[in-house]
T-cell receptor, first 116, second 112 residues
Framework: DGGITQSPKYLFRKEGQNVTLSCEQN?????MYWYRQDPGQGLRLIYY???????QKGDIAEGYSVSREKKESFPLTVTSAQKNPTAFYLC???????????????FGQGTRLTVV | LAKTTQPISMDSYEGQEVNITCSHN???????ITWYQQFPSQGPRFIIQ???TKVTNEVASLFIPADRKSSTLSLPRVSLSDTAVYYC?????????????FGGGTRLMVKP
């Protein structure tokens, strides 16, 4: 079955460490996105990518980095520069050239990151 | 991208029809209106999308007036399992490419 997979589901990080969250999709979608969600809040866009080897900053990119070496993979690294990384992280994908037009976004099940 | 305004929360009872309205006064000609549903600790899932007038699927209906400055998501005969956050998104491919920008959503609580 086609879908989008995030791993791990739960992740614990010590202060000062970098951690990488995985996002893989087999939907043949060109565009992928990373969001952060804090308790009781909406989703905030961190980074997005339309094509391989290209990505753009979203609203809250500071302290995060991404790469897009393969179409199906869009990993997110939470760096030590991110001062308050504890949150729920969601990855999504859509076909290129459509965005919200005539299609839907598919989301992973999320990764809950906790700083200990 | 057009900014959206939704009520922060709504309460309803099982079996009732629920209407959630979203305001998007600066919607552009090419913009579509899309609604997503999110349960706790899960990713949002697509509910319905429309451009104008009325769209209906097996889950919901979407009403869009002629000026398209607002839209209403209608959930018929809600059940406890419809308790979730509902997001209204408005937009299309912008000059920089694809973006999905979510607002705060409407938290729907369905009571027995």
């Amino acid at each position: 079955d086609g879908g989008i997979t995030q791993s791990p589901k739960y992740l614990f990080r010590k202060e000062g460490q970098n951690v990488t969250l995985s996002c893989e999709q087999n939907l043949n979608h060109d565009a992928m996105y990373w969001y952060r969600q804090d308790p009781g809040q909406g989703l905030r866009l961190i980074y997005y990518s339309q094509i391989v080897n290209d990505f753009q900053k979203g609203d809250i990119a500071e302290g995060y980095s991404v790469s897009r070496e393969k179409k199906e993979s869009f990993p997110l690294t939470v760096t030590s520069a991110q001062k308050n990384p504890t949150a729920f992280y969601l990855c999504a994908s859509t076909p290129l050239g459509t965005g919200l037009v005539g299609t839907e976004a598919f989301f992973g099940q999320g990764t809950r990151l906790t700083v200990v | 991208l057009a900014k959206t305004t939704q009520p922060i929360s709504m309460d309803s009872y099982e079996g009732q029809e629920v209407n959630i309205t979203c305001s998007h006064n600066n919607i552009a000609t090419n913009d579509y209106i899309t609604w997503y549903q999110q349960f706790p600790s899960q990713g949002p899932r697509f509910i319905i999308q429309g451009y104008k007038t009325k769209v209906t699927n097996e889950v919901a209906s979407l009403f869009i007036p002629a000026d398209r400055k607002s839209s209403t998501l209608s959930l018929p005969r809600v059940s406890l399992s419809d308790t979730a956050v509902y997001y209204c998104l408005v937009g299309a491919t912008d000059n920089a490419g694809n973006m999905l920008t979510f607002g705060g959503g409407t938290r729907l609580m369905v009571k027995p």
